[in-house]
């Protein structure tokens, strides 16, 4: 199966596309171009000039974030079926993140110039786009109660489960790419308290994890965090 066919399959089944009415799907599906990023090569960059939409359907992206007075941070990071810049298509602004390929990465690319026809042609586009917007604002909104954690095991379960992204719901292993020292900066939290929580819940049977991977079961970590919490 050619790869662009099988990019559009799989953000057809998963994330904030799958969501969206068929008619709309199929007009930015069909509009969209397909672009494999190799590791460390930036999709687009902070401050970047307005363009198109990237909808990740294989490997994993860093997202980079900064509050307009500090330091870019590793805030997230995207995985099949997440979907991101729509903010700057729709405003014409900068961007506002910078966008890694964490591993090689196959995606769906939705140029500027395209956004504009499929939001001239379709009077659902601006709705269908806002609730991706509403995905990344929950997102943030999620980073900020876990920051506001007070509990070193919530925050680092709470980061776990934010990192599911589109697989949040579903009751299976996901793996990702990732280090127990991003964990740790991703939850706001030092690198030497991550390492033996980390361990605990290996114990616990909910993470699995080795050099630079993760692997867990959002579900069962979701109702892990709910059962302490309601202690």
């Known amino acids: ?33 397909f672009r494999t990023f190799g590791r460390g090569e930036n999709l687009y960059g902070l401050d970047d000039p307005p363009g198109g939409v990237y909808g990740l359907a294989e490997g994993f992206v860093d997202v980079l974030v900064a509050s307009g007075v500090g330091s870019p941070f590793l805030g997230f990071i995207g995985g099949p079926g997440w979907w991101v810049g729509e903010a700057a298509a729709i405003t014409a602004t900068h961007r506002r993140a910078d966008i890694r390929a964490r591993t090689t990465t196959e995606v769906l690319y939705l140029p500027f110039a395209e956004f504009q026809k499929l939001a001239a042609a379709d009077p659902r586009a601006f709705r269908c786009f806002a609730e991706l917007t ?26 776990l489960y934010r990192l599911a992204g589109a697989f949040r719901e579903i009751d299976d292993t996901i793996k990702l790419p990732c ?10 939290l030092s690198r030497n308290s991550v390492s033996p929580i980390m361990g605990a819940l290996a114990s616990e049977g909910l993470v699995q994890h080795g050099r630079n991977r993760v692997s867990y079961n959002p579900v069962r970590l979701g109702r892990a965090l709910n059962f302490q919490n309601d202690v």
């Open 1 to 33: 199966m050619p790869k662009l066919t099988t990019a559009r399959k799989r953000l057809s089944e998963v994330g904030w596309l799958s969501r969206q009415p068929l008619q709309f799907r199929e007009n930015l599906l069909g509009r969209c171009e």
């Open 134 to 159: 509403i995905d990344h604002m929950d997102n943030a909104l999620m980073l900020a109660s876990t920051l506001a954690a007070t509990n070193t095991r919530d925050r680092i379960i709470s980061t």
């Open 179 to 188: 280090t127990q020292s991003e964990i740790a900066e991703m939850a706001g």
